[in-house]
Structure formats: structure tokens, C-alpha cells
């Protein structure tokens, strides 16, 4: 590491609030790795709701509105991440990382140095890989890609052979698989019919290229300024994000007024009538909030349909690795809407946040 720098740029998160909260630095000092670890320079990063989520201490149970960008003041510092416990500042953000590998510490030996890769962002034990309470995430158990160098353990790097740009790899890791995951909870197969609320952010968009990667038809849903882009991603039909009659609107799209999963990060006001239009023997997953975490639920509709309810959080090992062959054989592809400089990062979350864009955002290092 000799011929490395001492001090990078990096965006630091320094506490839970508003975007305020995140000061840009040019002398935050380079990571080294550990025995397991390769030292990795960040090329692009993309941006997902846990690092808005994480920012505002929204994961907090005494939050119940929707994901807005902004501390809601009933939040708890004590509770304020994904995993229920309180996040540790200084902390650099930023999960979705691609670049490339420039040191290695003594035991993770030197086979990736030089070479491009992506970081499954879920932290393990390696002990006992499968342990659910012994997982985190990268940018909020430990720092992440929001710099020009991040470390990762050597088990969750994976080298990517693609004609694809840094920016637009970066948009898969957090999206991509949480999808991947969500279908995977919910057994999806061909056949299903599945509704995809939120189809034109990150994960949704996601949802409905694995999910046509698998054989089943998909039904978007997203506003109507989005409507042509989402439809380009490819869904079988798009609907309205909050029809008066979600039952006609999907009647109308396709000739049946029920589906057999929802796959869901939306949530809010809208919820009862995503479980409305599951046939019986449905299947729902779930991977976000952002409309509003409490929802009403009638459980005569779950239990006399036979419906079954899967959260979809921690993904379990080997499933990036099937991602990025995904991604080689061009099964899948990168829906880009925008890069930003990183020293931008605030701007970044700011189109973030309007939620105009349909697709991923990414901060890059150049």
C-alpha cells in the first residue's frame, strides 16, 4: 500500500437529520485492509433508500410516515437503523459499489488486484454465514462507497467481465438483489402474474426484468409521467400508481382482475388493495415502505384465501453471485437515470428524493 494515498474525498454522514448531515471531505483517511479484506478504489457508487432511511433515523419504530428525506422528529437514535439498533457516526454511506482493487491484506491473497468488481453488500459471519442476527449492511454496519477507497472482505467481492460503464454496473447491487430476493421468498416461477407497485425506482424496475427473466408476466405500477419509460423496461402491461379501482385497472391491462404475487416496497394508503386483487393462494413479498410503513390489514381476507406473506430483507449467500452472471450474460440491464460528481452527493439525493427519475442514480469518482 506503499504507493497509495493517506487521504481521500469522502461524503460522511456526521449524525440523523437532514441533508445537512452530510459533509463532504478531501482529507478523510484511506482504509486499511485486514487479513481478509482487499482494499478497493470506488470508481461509482449508486444511491438507495437505506442511505435516505439511515440518514433520517426512519427504520425507527416510532416513525410511521412514508420515506421523505427529511428527520421526522418522533424518531429514536436508538433504534435508528435497518437491523433495529443504533448506527454508529462518523459513518460513510453508499452500498452499491464498483471499481477496482488495488491491495489485498495478507490472508485474502492478490488474485483480484487489478481487476473490476462489484461488492455484495451484505455482511457475514463467515463462521455461521446463514446466522440472520449476525448480518449487516455495507454503508451502515460498516463504512461504505461514498469515497474514492472502501475495504470489503475478500468472500463478498466479485469480479465482473463486462462491456458495461462503472455508473451503470453500479446500479444493480442493492436493487437487483433485493428483487432477486423477493422472488425468490415468493417462489416465482412461470405462470405467476405478479404486480410490481413502485416499478419505476431501483427495485421495482428490477422486479420486472428477474421476474420475465423467470417466465411470468408482470403488471407495472407508477405514475403517468413514467409510464413510457417503464413501459420500455419491458412489464407486460402498466397501470395507474393509484387507481380508483385497481381490480378494472388490471381487468383492463390484461384480462383478469387478479394476480397471483405482489411484490411491494410502496406500502402506504394503497396496501389493502394491493391483498385485494391477490387470487387465492397468493403470495406477497415485501421489501420497503417508502408510501408509509402502518398499514390495515383484514385478516379474513389473509387467512380465508390462503395467502401467504414473506418479508424479504437479508439475502442469503450465493445469490449476488448469480446476479453478476446475470449481468455478464446480458440477461438483465442497467436502467441509468442520472450520475453525479461525488463531492454532488447532496444534489444526488435531492433527485433522489423528487422521485422524477425512473431507474437507478449514482455518485461517481472521477
Known amino acids: 500500500m506503499t ?10 454522514l456526521i449524525g440523523h437529520g437532514g441533508l445537512d448531515r452530510l459533509a463532504f471531505r478531501e482529507d478523510w ?14 470508481h461509482a457508487c449508486g444511491l438507495n433508500n437505506t442511505d435516505v432511511n439511515t440518514r433520517t433515523a426512519w427504520y425507527s419504530k416510532d416513525v410511521s410516515e412514508g420515506t421523505t428525506g427529511s428527520a421526522p422528529a418522533e424518531a429514536s437514535d436508538d433504534d435508528s437503523s435497518w437491523g433495529g439498533a443504533a448506527i454508529r457516526f462518523p ?12 491491495a489485498a491484506g495478507s490472508a485474502a491473497g492478490a ?12 455482511l457475514r459471519d463467515w463462521d455461521q454465514p446463514l446466522d440472520l ?37 453500479a446500479t444493480f447491487a442493492t436493487s437487483s438483489i433485493t428483487a432477486e430476493n423477493m422472488l425468490n421468498r415468493a417462489r416465482v416461477d412461470v405462470g405467476d402474474v405478479l404486480l410490481i407497485p413502485g416499478a419505476s425506482g431501483g427495485v421495482g424496475s428490477a422486479l420486472i426484468q428477474l421476474a420475465k427473466r423467470r417466465g411470468a408476466k408482470t403488471i407495472a405500477m407508477c405514475g403517468a409521467s413514467k409510464a413510457e419509460a417503464v413501459s420500455a423496461i419491458g412489464p407486460d402491461a402498466v397501470v395507474p400508481r393509484a387507481p380508483r379501482d385497481l381490480k378494472a385497472a388490471i381487468r383492463d391491462a390484461v384480462g383478469r382482475d387478479t394476480v397471483t404475487v405482489v411484490a411491494d416496497v410502496v406500502g ?38 390462503d395467502l401467504t406473506f414473506t418479508g424479504a430483507t437479508i439475502v442469503p449467500p450465493g445469490v449476488f453471485a448469480d446476479l453478476v452472471t446475470y449481468i455478464e450474460r446480458g440477461e438483465i440491464r442497467p436502467l441509468l437515470a442520472a450520475t453525479y460528481p461525488l463531492a454532488d452527493l447532496v444534489k444526488a439525493q435531492e433527485a ?11 455518485v461517481t469518482m472521477a
Not at 29 to 42: A, D, F, M, Y
Not at 355 to 362: E, P
Open 3 to 12: 504507493d497509495l494515498p493517506v487521504a481521500m474525498r469522502a461524503v460522511v
Open 133 to 169: 442476527d449476525k448480518c449487516g449492511y455495507f454503508g451502515s454496519e460498516c463504512d461504505g462507497g461514498f469515497a474514492d477507497y472502501t475495504k470489503a472482505d475478500i468472500r463478498n467481492v466479485h469480479p465482473v467481465e463486462s462491456g458495461l460503464s462503472d455508473a451503470e454496473l
Open 29 to 42: 483517511p484511506v482504509p486499511e485492509p485486514g487479513p481478509n479484506e482487499v482494499l478497493i478504489k470506488v
Open 352 to 362: 433522489f428524493l423528487a422521485k422524477r427519475h425512473v431507474g437507478n442514480i449514482v
Open 268 to 305: 402506504g394508503e394503497m396496501w389493502p388493495h394491493f391483498i385485494d386483487v391477490l387470487a387465492r393462494g397468493g403470495r406477497y413479498t415485501c421489501s420497503g415502505a417508502i408510501a408509509g410503513p402502518i398499514v390495515e390489514l383484514d385478516l379474513r381476507t389473509f387467512y380465508l384465501r
Open 91 to 102: 459513518r460513510v454511506q453508499g452500498a452499491d459499489v464498483c471499481g477496482t482493487v488495488v
Open 111 to 122: 488474485g483480484l488486484v487489478g481487476r473490476r468488481v462489484l461488492a455484495d453488500p451484505w
